[in-house]
C-alpha cells in the first residue's frame, strides 16, 4: 500500500514563492505517476499537475502554467510542487496524489484516476 505525505505548505504573501514535497512509502515510486491537486473553499477538487514516472511527461492547469513546477527525484521517492508568483487564488489544501503508471498512457488530470493521496498541506496566500 502507498502512501503519500506532503509537507510544505504555508502562509505567504503574494508573489511569493512556496515548495511542497511529496514523499512516498510501501512502493516503488518509479512505478508512479504523481499528480498535484488542490480544493479551495467551497471548490471541487482541482488538477494543478501531474508527471510521468521518468519525468519525460508534465501537464499543468492553465491556471498555473509558467508560475509552477513539478518535479521528482525517483531515487528518493519523492516529488515536489514549486509554486512562485502565488496569488491569493492559489489559497488552497494541496494534495499529492499518485497511481500506478501501467495504468495510463498519459499524464491523467481527473482525480478519479488516482488510487493514492496524501493527506493535505494548507497553502494561504494574502494579498
Known amino acids: 500500500q502507498v502512501q503519500l505525505v506532503e509537507s510544505g505548505g504555508g502562509f505567504m504573501q503574494a508573489g511569493g514563492s512556496l515548495r511542497l514535497s511529496c514523499v512516498a512509502s510501501?512502493?516503488?515510486?518509479?512505478?508512479?505517476?504523481v499528480g498535484w491537486f488542490r480544493q479551495g473553499p467551497g471548490k471541487e477538487r482541482e488538477f494543478v499537475a501531474g508527471?510521468?514516472?521518468?519525468?519525460?511527461?508534465?501537464e499543468y492547469a492553465d491556471s498555473v502554467k509558467d508560475r509552477f513546477s513539478i518535479s521528482r527525484v525517483n531515487a528518493k521517492s519523492t516529488a515536489h510542487l514549486q509554486m512562485n508568483s502565488l496569488k491569493p487564488e492559489d489559497t488552497a489544501v494541496y494534495y499529492c496524489?499518485?497511481?500506478?503508471?501501467?495504468?495510463?498512457?498519459?499524464?491523467?488530470?481527473?482525480?478519479?484516476?488516482?488510487?493514492?493521496w496524501g493527506q493535505g498541506t494548507q497553502v494561504t496566500v494574502s494579498s
Open positions: 508527471i510521468s514516472w521518468g519525468g519525460g511527461k508534465i
Open positions: 510501501g512502493g516503488t515510486f518509479s512505478n508512479l505517476v
Open positions: 496524489a499518485a497511481d500506478m503508471v501501467i495504468r495510463h498512457r498519459t499524464v491523467p488530470q481527473n482525480p478519479k484516476d488516482y488510487t493514492y
